[in-house]
């Protein structure tokens, strides 16, 4: 289980959220959703472990949380299989055919990264959740760059880690298929902000 009490989180050193409490079960998916600048990404890399909390406590199994963001991770000299063979020795997994197949990726394994379309290259970067392993995923925004189909590829990837015991905490406007996901408005987190008078920022830049 993953369990998240009265967190608080900052971004720049300014307070975006406070008081942010739930539970993640395993087989079970959250859905964070609010407006942009609400605090989703910076909730999440507080959760992975990417920056330090402001107050509250974060629970979960040592080496069991998996984070995606924007950037995909991957070499662009080696091949699709190179870089998901290097990934599962970094985590310490055996194994990369289950990725190949469940992100299709198998027509492009001896592709080198560096040719792959941005789709393509978004699919890889996923496909790295799968050899690590982990039963925790952590994903910001995951369908950037991906068509329809792809989207729907890899949301079945998530219904099936799901479906086997895994859990995750998702930032997305998209409809990954997910009909049980549980969905946290972040709305109401909202830190209070200090007050910086006339010479103050612009909250849209958070």
Known sequence: MLTVRGLACAR???PLLEGVSFA???GRALVLRGPNGCGKTTLLRTVAGLQPALAGEISAAPDSIAY???AD??????????NLAFWAAIYGT???????EQMNLRALEDRAAQNLSAGQKRRLGLARLIVTGRPVWVLDEPTV???VASVALFGAVVR??????GMALIATHIDLGLPEAEVLDLSPYKA????????????AFL
């Open 192 to 203: 209070r902000l200090p007050d910086l008078g006339a010479g103050g920022f612009d909250e």
């Open 24 to 26: 993640l079960e395993t």
């Open 12 to 14: 720049g050193g300014l």
């Open 160 to 165: 099936a880690h799901l479906e086997k015991g």
């Open 94 to 100: 055996r194994g990369i055919e289950m990725a190949l």
């Open 145 to 147: 760059s991906l068509d």
């Open 73 to 82: 991770g991957i070499k662009g000299t080696l091949s699709v299989r190179e």
């Open 68 to 70: 995606a963001a924007h």
